[in-house]
């Protein structure tokens, strides 16, 4: 019997392969518990002694890098792919190296970073990028953020309303 880490839901082995590898085909990459009411996602990980190995690697290296996508992308083959476009939420990454899209540098001086340098060196892209294209962080959760059109009152994705010219709080009777 296989049972998940993610709840508390047991399965035959067998059964559970085939369910994956099921799932897998449909391009499904969050594999969820085939228990109709439990939410709990199966991780590749911990099904890699019951999955076939094919079945295994396109699950594994198949997905979106994106923290809040997972969408299943499947290499056709033939042609050596770096900058890539998830059709889903819209992120580059690279699917050479499998990390999000390593602007202005190539893969080996990526892949010979340490993790280290790697968080600096996009910390750093980042914040150039924000200087660039004149980025506002709210306040409140410090998420930066874009005014593309329209007044300056940014009601943030955490709830906190201010200011896109000065960063202030916002209020009914504020002027920059």
Not at 49 to 63: C, D, M, Q, T, Y
Not at 91 to 104: E, I, T
Request: net charge negative; glycine share 8%; charged share 25%.
């Amino acid at each position: 019997m296989f049972r998940n880490d993610n709840c508390t839901h047991s399965f035959c082995e067998d059964c559970l392969g085939k369910y994956i590898g099921t799932k897998i085909q449909e391009n499904i990459a969050m594999v969820k518990c085939p228990e109709p009411k439990c939410k709990g996602i199966l991780e590749p990980q911990l099904c890699h002694s019951i999955v076939p190995k094919e079945v295994f690697e396109r699950w594994e290296n198949a997905l979106c890098e994106s923290l809040d996508c997972s969408a299943m992308l499947v290499d056709d083959g033939g042609v050596d792919v770096t900058i890539c476009e998830c059709p889903n939420c819209h992120k580059l990454f690279c699917a050479q190296c499998n990390v999000a899209w390593h602007a202005g540098m190539e893969c080996g001086e990526f892949k010979s970073r340490k993790n280290g340098e790697r968080d600096q060196r996009d910390d750093d892209m980042v914040m150039e990028l924000a200087k660039q294209k004149n980025w506002r962080r709210c306040p409140g959760c410090n998420f930066y953020v874009e005014k593309t059109a329209g007044c300056l009152h940014i009601s943030c994705r955490c709830g906190n309303e201010f200011c896109y010219g000065c960063g202030s709080k916002w209020t009914s009777s504020h002027s920059c």
